[in-house]
């Protein structure tokens, strides 16, 4: 697995943060990795409250594998509208940015993942593409030296077809794994593609205990594709509608039974379906809508204006931990 890279310039930025009382704000300037939070352990923590997390639906967190660049979504109008964002550190300077236009439903563009490898570009390298999700079709972004991004590009067949296609997570050898609408049984199922010689093979349906519960949908697969985190609806064991579940691979391409991630990322909230992990394997990022102390003191339009621009109001905002909870779970895979 390709490392993160420690970066040793501080990052040094002001970006556009939630309104405070109906009045656009600034955040003051952060230092360090991961704008400057402090890394959770084992009790997941908000990540970057006023930065990321704004009381917006704030969601399918990306970081590149230098640590350099961070992309996230942010929808609004009960997911209608959906925007990347995009922080970008160079020089020891951050600039954020928006990646996309506003795009009204059904085209949305959620940004998913990176590939670990350059090979997939097709621009001169050094550059990167990034696989959004969109209704009906995978497509992909390239970005050449200069940082331009090019007009989203078609993944074509055969994973893409008629039905719908979306959440695309790719491993270090280019397989990609993702979302796909069966039409006949009317559900969604995740269905996995392998790259050889630079074409996408003919997809293959993961087994039950990947497609589990009675709803699965937008997975992440390991880059070494030793696991996979899977939001499952409708699960005996749920501590709500959907949970996050972890389904690890053996040497003979065997899934073990899904297992519940517990209570350190699993609420009772029900929007919790959208998962990565860091590229060292360091941390989890994870959507959840779960709320945090409400509203204090007298009820009024600005306290009330307040809670809105806030996180943990009960949308969904970005949340992290440390992935020791990963190999504490795969001691506990039954094949």
């Not at 998913?112 to 050094?126: A, V």
């Not at 064991?237 to 053996?250: E, P, V, W």
């Not at 297992?259 to 990565?276: T, V």
Request: charge should be positive.
């Amino acid at each position: 697995m390709i490392k993160l890279m420690t970066v040793v310039t501080a990052l040094s930025c002001l970006l556009p943060s939630c309104q405070r009382n109906g009045q656009p704000g600034k955040v003051p300037p952060v230092q360090g990795d991961y704008l400057g939070q402090a890394v959770p352990g084992d009790t997941a923590r908000l990540f970057a409250p006023g930065i990321i997390s704004t009381g917006m639906n704030d969601r399918d967190f990306a970081i590149t594998p230098d640590g350099n660049e961070i992309f996230f979504c942010r929808d609004a109008g009960n997911f209608r509208y959906s925007v990347i964002f995009h922080t970008q550190r160079t020089d020891g300077v951050c600039q954020s940015r928006r990646c996309s236009n506003t795009v009204p439903t059904p085209v949305h563009t959620l940004n998913r993942t990176f590939p670990l490898t350059g090979k997939n570009c097709t621009s001169s390298p050094p550059c990167r593409q990034t696989l959004p999700w969109m209704p009906r079709k995978i497509s992909g972004y390239v970005r050449g030296q200069k940082g331009k991004w090019s007009a989203p590009v078609n993944l074509g067949a055969p994973v893409n077809t008629p039905s719908r296609e979306f959440y695309p997570s790719v491993t270090i050898d280019g397989t990609i794994y993702y979302s796909h609408l069966d039409t006949i049984a009317g559900e969604e199922f995740i269905y996995r593609s392998r790259l050889k010689d630079g074409v996408y093979q003919q997809p293959e349906k993961l087994p039950g205990n990947v497609n589990t519960g009675r709803a699965r949908y937008n997975p992440f697969v390991a880059a070494d594709e030793s696991y996979i985190i899977i939001p499952a609806y409708g699960m005996p064991d749920s501590f709500g509608a959907t949970d996050y579940y972890i389904s690890f691979r053996d040497s003979l391409d065997n899934w073990s039974q899904p297992i519940n991630m517990g209570p350190q990322i699993n609420s009772a909230n029900p929007r919790e379906w959208s998962a990565s992990v860091t590229t060292d394997g360091k941390y989890i990022f994870f959507m959840s809508d779960r709320p945090g102390g409400g509203i204090t003191g007298q009820l009024s339009r600005e306290s009330m204006q307040e809670f809105h621009n806030t996180p943990q109001n009960g949308n969904t905002d970005v949340y992290w931990i440390s992935s020791r909870l990963i190999e504490e779970l795969r001691a506990k895979a039954i094949f």
